[in-house]
Nanobody, 116 residues
């Protein structure tokens, strides 16, 4: 059974940092590229960042470049998102995801709230 469990969200002040984790099971994590998406209230889900199976190539949405870093630990089957210089506009539920055999899988998400 494929499972993704996100954690690490919370309430943080503007300019602060958070590190999200996505612990996975049920598939060969090291064989698949992974992504983080987010969904803010009233908005569509959007891509935050993606990483290849080996971690050698990463991509970011323009608004996250220079502030967010995606990484992975294949030995632990875990995906990470380091978020720095957080802004109120970063408030959203953050999800990890990948596509396995043509089907996209999502975790339950972790809430990030940036507010003073």
């Amino acid at each position: 059974q494929v499972q993704f469990v996100e954690s690490g969200g919370g309430l943080v002040q503007p300019g602060g940092s958070l590190r999200l984790s996505c612990t996975t099971s049920g598939f060969t994590f090291s064989s698949y590229g992974m992504s983080w998406y987010r969904q803010a209230p009233g908005k569509e889900r959007e891509l935050v960042a993606s990483i290849t199976s080996t971690g050698g190539v990463t991509n970011y949405a323009d608004s996250m470049k220079g502030r967010f870093t995606i990484s992975r630990d294949n030995a632990k089957s875990t995906l990470y998102l380091q978020m720095n210089s957080l802004e109120p506009e970063d408030t959203a539920v953050y999800y990890c995801t990948t596509v396995l055999l043509g089907k996209r899988y999502w975790g339950q998400g972790t809430q990030v709230t940036v507010s003073s």
